[in-house]
């Protein structure tokens, strides 16, 4: 299929506001991928810094992933349902043995979205209390429990009425989440609000969550569905603060960047007054099937054994750094960076920049994308087996896109 029939189709048959955006911004067709690099139709080649919002932790096709993928492709894909399977069963006891504290019960699913869902009736029918308390410009997903939860009205507005009884509360605030905690089912927070446009909390933020789950008898949700396994420089995003969440959710780069899975982990107290009794009231026909878990499988032992959590934390530090000097050159553009391990936020003095820039590093062949709550911010979130000289590649290829985008607004300003 050329551009234009696959533009068309796009157009005709999927999204066509989002095909026209697409294209304005100059997106081609991809055709194939490897580790931290997008091939497009026309051969030419993109660093990936979008690293899919987090999906791709080990790049793109990791060999290792895709040989137990490949293999297990000849035994079974899917599970008949009947019958026990020794990968899933493998990939709950590896996750039970890197959650952390005593998280040990895994709800697979498939997408970030629902594994938010389960943790949020994990919680309510645990507590047997309703009310769930969120964070301001979190990011949860789009269903419908996950959306009441996110904290954004623009995606929310027009599905209203949402799930009732939750409270948001602002985002690193703890007197705030005090006084609405009482009576509370869950509190569900990210750990670095990534979406919110890579948001980092003050330290001791999420242990003072802890404490004050604990007092009001409430469960602590972690998302770290963006910020799990190592993207932060940690195993997970709450690990900084050495606390321990009742539940917490996984998805995106559990698999290597292969095939979609989610899973929801929880306490084992947590999970049996939920569903000790009730094994069915919630399930995934697809969940926790056999290649999916095979992919995790190898998915965590290359995290493990190329030491990606700690490449995240040293490369991540070096990323943050040449941001800086990008910021310390353009004052007039970009406003602030921030970031935690290979998850950094680079916030632009104007939305209307992003819009500019984004389109230009395309050209040049670097992928960079907004955080999905916050347009000011464009994210840097490549693969963890990113190296020095790729981030020198795309921080360059940023400072030209930052360039040109001044060049063109000024010439726009001068002929306007
Ligand atoms: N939670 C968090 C923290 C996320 O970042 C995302 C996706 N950006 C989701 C949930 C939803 O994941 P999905 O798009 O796979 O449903």
Redesign the pocket.
Known sequence: MSFDDVYAAYKQYINPPLARFMKLAGATVETTAHGVRITDENGKSYLDFCGG??VFTLGYLHPKVVAAVREQLDHMALSSRVFFNAKTAALAQELARIAPGDLEISFFSN??????EAALKTARLSTKRTKIVATHN??????MG?LTATGRDVFKDSFKPLVPEFNHVAFGDLDELDRALPGAAAFIV?PVQ??GGVMIPPDGYLRGVRELCDKHGALFIA?????GLGRTGYVWGVDHDRAVPDIL?V??GLSGGVI?I?ATISRPDVWTRAFGHAPLIHTSTFGGNPLACTAGLAALRVLEEEHLVARSRELGAYMLDRAGELMARHPDVIAEVRGRGLLVGVELTNEGYGGVIIPECLKLGLTAAYT?NQQKVIRLEPPLIVTKTEIDEALTLLGQGVTKAKEKLGELARTS
């Open positions: 919002y987090g997408s970030g979205t629902e594994a938010v979190a990011y949860h997903g789009k269903t996950s990210e990534a979406e998302d770290e569905v963006q910020t959710t998805a995106k979609p989610g999905l």
